[in-house]
């Protein structure tokens, strides 16, 4: 078992920044693939970035490209998600998910381990 725990969202005026983290425990996460998902009211969750752990391969949706980092830190079994530029249209729920294995897959059913999320609401 893993278990994920987010931090780090809050409310930010449009343009801003925010770190988020999720700390694993449970087992070592080297054998997994740490993404981040977001969830809008009334939207299906979806794909936002993903950090293979063992060797720190990074792969992002094409709507943050460029405005978000995914990032770890193997010490504390923590990954992080920088997130800059921030939009009213980036309103949502961000979540940490675990998926066992080497392939980094961007569907949220092929995630095997979810923390509570973390709310990041932007005003204009």
């Known amino acids: 078992q893993v278990q994920l725990v987010e931090s780090g969202g809050g409310l930010v005026q449009a343009g801003g920044s925010l770190r988020l983290s999720c700390a694993g425990s449970g087992r070592t996460l080297d054998s997994y693939v740490l993404g981040w998902f977001r969830q809008a009211p009334g939207k299906e969750r979806e794909f936002a970035a993903a950090?293979?752990?063992?060797?720190?391969?990074?792969y992002y949706a094409d709507s943050v490209k460029g405005r978000f980092t995914i990032s770890r830190d193997n010490a504390k079994n923590t990954v992080y998600l920088q997130v800059n530029s921030l939009e009213p249209e980036d309103t949502a729920v961000y979540y940490c998910?675990?998926?066992?294995?080497?392939?980094?897959?961007?569907?949220?059913?092929?995630?095997?381990?979810w923390g509570q999320g973390t709310q990041v609401t932007v005003s204009s």
């Open positions: 998910a675990a998926q066992r294995g080497w392939r980094v897959r961007t569907q949220a059913y092929e995630y095997d381990y």
């Open positions: 950090i293979r752990w063992s060797g720190g391969t990074t």
